[in-house]
């Protein structure tokens, strides 16, 4: 290894706070910048899966086609505000290219192995004991359906992911009552994906953070990066509306805001915020099992204390709007799927929403800059970002210790061609 180097990790979430998590093994001297308070946002309010079944890039053939249908309706489950803004129209131009057959075939092992390292690291993160005794399950996640349409379509996703290897079953009603015995179903059956784990991100992100102050990891909240210094190819300093910070090694894992910073060094890389919402139930509903329904397009998690209800993905720039509309069409989604569950309005009124990071290829940015030699990015995991967070905090400790990384890299690489 390398001596240990001065590390800037511009943002705080989950990808974030998992590269100061392994640099700061690797004897690196890290700070964590972030513009909040590290207490909202997407690693807070997702689903809390850790999904080598979710093979399949949001980047698929159909998907803009779905985009345009929803267009007009703001209480769809993909919903892209209609906006004259030069650099979403690009990045839908790029995404409709990377929405084929072959690009999605090719990138589904890609997929699978990071995940498997994602899952192999959280595990490892809770047998080590260092963030005591944080909630993960190992029960697997249920695809549930309705409809024989729906059913096709996920059987189809099942071989696929099969035939790479992972552990997938196809559930009748009978199996799945097993499996969820105390709630009614309204389904015809489901894919139970045991491969799949599940988290409750607000109390793995504070353990966390509690960990890394408590080992060396400098962790400065509500300073947003106003400015980047470079010299010679280099950047040498980071700039805040408090601070100056002088570094050797700079990690950009801002999430949806990473674009913004990457315009500050004229770097370009094509990437989208999508909004998701969720709705939290501390009442009782029953639900032992995490699961999708799928013709609601909607994540359900039995978490530490409460229910969570999430979804929609939301495509209307960088704001953190709620829209009832979208919390209603969850709630409702949610209320078809499971007979007698009733979301009250005071839980659909404490909804909360975080924006995803969503790059043209469904592929996250992983990798060194070519402008810029001491500059890693780490970010653009859409719906996987908790998913894949321990894994890219790890791959980009692995690249700043100049190691061997834990897999290829390359199908990552933050300007790559599309």
């Known amino acids: 290894m390398s001596k240990g180097k001065k590390v800037i990790v511009v943002g705080g979430g989950i990808v974030g706070l998992s590269t100061a998590y392994f640099l700061q093994k690797e004897g690196h001297e890290v700070t964590v910048l972030d513009k909040s308070n590290i207490n909202s946002g997407a690693s807070f309010v997702n689903a809390g899966y850790i999904t080598p079944s979710h093979i399949v890039p949001l980047a698929s053939p159909g ?7 929803y267009m007009f309706n703001s209480s769809s489950p993909f919903y892209m505000k209609p906006r004259l803004d030069l650099d979403f129209m690009k990045w839908a131009w790029y995404f409709k290219k990377s929405s084929t057959k072959s690009k999605v075939e090719k990138a589904m092992p890609i997929i699978r192995d990071i995940n498997l390292l994602s ?13 005591g005794d944080f909630h993960l399950e190992r029960k697997g996640l249920l695809m549930l ?17 099969g035939d790479l290897g992972l552990e997938v079953n196809n559930l009748d009603m009978d199996g799945l009552r097993k499996m969820e015995p105390n709630i009614e179903l309204n389904a015809l059956g489901a894919i139970h994906y045991e491969c799949d784990r599940h988290t409750t991100p607000k109390q793995f992100m504070e353990r966390m953070l509690d960990f890394l102050q408590n080992n060396g990891v400098v962790i400065k909240k509500n300073e947003e990066v106003v400015d980047i210094i470079t010299t010679g190819g280099r950047v040498t300093e980071v700039r805040t509306k408090k601070a100056s910070y002088a570094t050797e090694e700079v990690v950009f894992a801002a999430g949806s805001w990473t674009s913004q910073l990457s315009k ?13 919402y969720r709705i939290n139930v ?26 969570r209800f999430a979804g929609t993905m939301e495509f209307s720039g960088i704001n953190n709007i709620v829209r009832k509309e979208r919390v209603e069409a969850i709630a409702r989604g949610a209320e078809s799927f499971y007979k007698g569950l009733k979301i009250s309005e005071e839980d659909k009124s404490n909804a909360k929403c975080g924006l995803r990071p969503v790059t043209p290829d469904g592929l996250p940015y992983i990798g060194r800059s070519k402008q810029y030699e001491n500059l890693t990015f780490a970010t653009g995991h859409a719906m996987m970002g908790w998913s894949l967070g321990p894994a890219t ?26």
């Open 393 to 418: 905090g790890k791959l980009v400790s692995e690249l700043i210790s100049v190691k061997k990384t834990s897999m290829d890299i390359a199908p990552f690489a933050p300007e790559r061609k599309f």
């Open 63 to 69: 998907m803009i086609t779905k985009g345009i249908k």
């Open 145 to 161: 359906y309705k409809t024989e349409k729906e059913r096709d379509h996920e059987m189809e996703v099942a071989q696929k992911a």
């Open 282 to 307: 501390e009442a009782s509903t029953n639900i032992s099992m995490p699961a999708i329904l799928m013709e609601a397009k909607m994540a359900v998690t039995p978490m530490a204390g409460y229910t």
């Open 264 to 276: 500050k060094l004229k770097t370009k890389i094509p990437m989208q915020a999508g909004k998701g």
């Open 119 to 131: 899952r192999e690291l959280f595990e490892g993160i809770k047998s080590s004991g260092e963030l």
